[in-house]
């Protein structure tokens, strides 16, 4: 069980605009940064987002991180076929006496 | 560009220890903005942050682990590597190493996790 929630699944058409949330709480998302990851099927994941908003050399701008509180949202526009992946929200967790980093339970996005 | 590369056995018995190592190319395993990791990902199920360290030996691990994982560096190989002991069925996963930013300020810790190795799948059975 993760201290970080995420939506199961999230589904959308090609070229619509599908949103991922992220939820946490004031030990984690709420004071710190967050970060989010594509995983192509069979492959190791991948940095999409980082410092809540930024995007590494070579993501599209169709990708785009915000948060508010203690929730973040990934963002993608213009859907494709390829962007078919799990996603993952990750930030550090300071609930335990001892901090850590953690990631979301992760969200299938189908482009139907 | 910098690449990593896990490596080790596929398969280990129960109760044993699990010894993997991450091989840093292109470049220094030394740079002073990261941190180096392990994060595994058992199959059909979301990633888990094992533990991470700096050039300098510094270290942080995930508190349900803390007990069974030591994580180690060789900057003359430039290599880190990880060992989990007393392993049960339930650390089967994929296991993958990592480049981390990782670093706290007023604002917060900042932490991502920028290049990551293919991944290697560790069986635990008999």
């Known amino acids: 069980q993760s201290v970080l929630t995420q939506p199961p699944s999230v589904s959308a058409a090609p070229g619509q605009k599908v949103t991922i949330s992220c939820s946490g709480s004031?030990?984690?998302?709420?004071?710190?940064?967050v970060s989010w990851y594509q995983q192509l099927p069979g492959t190791a994941p991948k940095l999409l987002i980082y410092?809540?908003?930024k995007r590494p050399s070579g993501i599209p701008d169709r990708f785009s991180g915000s948060k508010s509180g203690t929730s973040a949202t990934l963002g993608i526009t213009g859907l494709q076929t390829g962007d078919e992946a799990d996603y993952y929200c990750?930030?550090?967790?300071?609930?335990?006496?001892?901090?850590?980093?953690?990631f979301g339970g992760g969200t299938k996005l189908t482009v139907l | 560009q910098l690449q990593l590369q896990e490596s080790g056995p596929g398969l280990v018995k129960p109760s044993e220890t699990l010894s993997l190592t991450c091989t840093v190319s292109?470049?220094?395993?030394?740079?002073?903005?990261?941190?180096w990791g392990w994060i595994r990902q058992p199959p059909g199920k979301g990633l888990e942050w094992i533990g991470s360290?700096?050039?300098?030996?510094?270290?942080y691990y995930n508190p349900s682990l803390k007990s069974r994982v030591t994580i180690s560096v060789d900057t003359s190989k430039n290599q880190f590597s990880l060992k989990l002991s007393s392993v049960t069925a339930a650390d089967t996963a994929v296991y993958y190493c990592?480049?981390?930013?990782?670093?706290?300020?007023?604002?917060?810790?900042?932490?991502?996790?920028?290049?990551w190795g293919q991944g290697t799948m560790v069986t635990v059975s008999s």
């Open positions: 004031s030990s984690n998302i709420g004071n710190n940064y």
């Open positions: 360290i700096y050039y300098s030996g510094s270290t």
């Open positions: 990592a480049r981390i930013r990782l670093r706290m300020d007023s604002s917060g810790w900042y932490n991502a996790f920028d290049i």
């Open positions: 990750g930030t550090w967790d300071s609930s335990l006496s001892a901090g850590r980093l953690v």
């Open positions: 292109g470049g220094s395993i030394s740079s002073s903005s990261y941190y």
């Open positions: 410092d809540n908003n």
